[in-house]
């Protein structure tokens, strides 16, 4: 396969001069070399994020149960915790 960045040099190159020709010099838009980078700009973005989307899809993510809750620990006592005790006297 011929090295890619010499391929788009050559065409930047030929495409680029009959660009500038066919324009006024007055009103500049972005025409359909703009479009070009656009419209690649946004397939990348779409490849990347059906990517990531499948990446994440593998991803098998489970906390580990918390052994002080199973210990009755500060963490497992809940509200009981928090309420005040009664005075006894």
């Known amino acids: 396969m011929p090295d890619m960045s010499a391929s788009v040099s ?4 030929h495409l680029l001069p009959v660009a500038a020709d066919s324009f006024d010099k007055d009103k500049v838009t972005p025409g ?3 479009f070009i ?3 690649a700009m946004a397939l990348a973005v779409w490849a990347l994020m059906k990517s990531m989307n ?3 899809g593998k ?3 489970q906390e580990p149960a918390d052994p002080e809750a199973d210990a009755g620990g500060p963490k497992g006592k809940g509200r009981a915790s928090r309420q005040a ?4 006297g």
């Open 32 to 34: 359909v070399l703009g």
């Open 10 to 13: 050559l065409a930047v190159t």
């Open 54 to 56: 499948k990446h994440m």
């Open 85 to 88: 005790k009664p005075q006894q």
């Open 59 to 61: 991803v098998d993510f």
């Open 37 to 39: 980078v656009f419209a």
